[in-house]
Each structure stands twice: as C-alpha cells, then as structure tokens.
C-alpha cells in the first residue's frame, strides 16, 4: 500500500506527518492501525473522516478494501446541512 495523504487537523493528529505508511487490506484495518500507532487521532476517527480510494469518497463502509497501489487520502469531515 502506498503512502495514505492527511489533510487537516489530521496531520496534527499524526505529528504533523503529511504522508504515513500504513500496511492495510480495509479501511477498518487502516483506521484501528492509524489510532494505535497515533493515539491522538483517535478523537478524529470518533468524529468522523472519509477515506478516499483512488478519487472515490468512503464515509463509513469501513468493510471497503483498499486495493494494492491504491491513491489513499484521509479527510476530515465537514458539517453539512
């Protein structure tokens, strides 16, 4: 898996990292994985982000796989209404 891209208060939340490596096969693996290794995103995940494969937009289908060489983003989500 490539590199997974933060925006955001996300990049706070890892240490200011931009980019992380994370080894995922769903976006559930990639989220559990993101919080152990960056406890202070937990509250981030709690709140909400979508996961963005390759251009399409996932906000809570964390059953979704995460094919090999995916493009993967990690956005925070915005109030709507």
Known sequence: MPDVQLSGDLRDA???AASIHIEAAT???LLRKLVE???DMQA???EGVAVSINGQ???DDRAE???EGAEVFL???IAGG
């Open 75 to 77: 956005l925070p989500r």
């Open 57 to 59: 937009i996932y906000r």
């Open 14 to 16: 890892a240490g200011g």
């Open 44 to 46: 981030r995940v709690e």
């Open 27 to 29: 976006i559930r693996e």
């Open 37 to 39: 290794r960056y406890p």
């Open 65 to 67: 796989p995460i094919p």
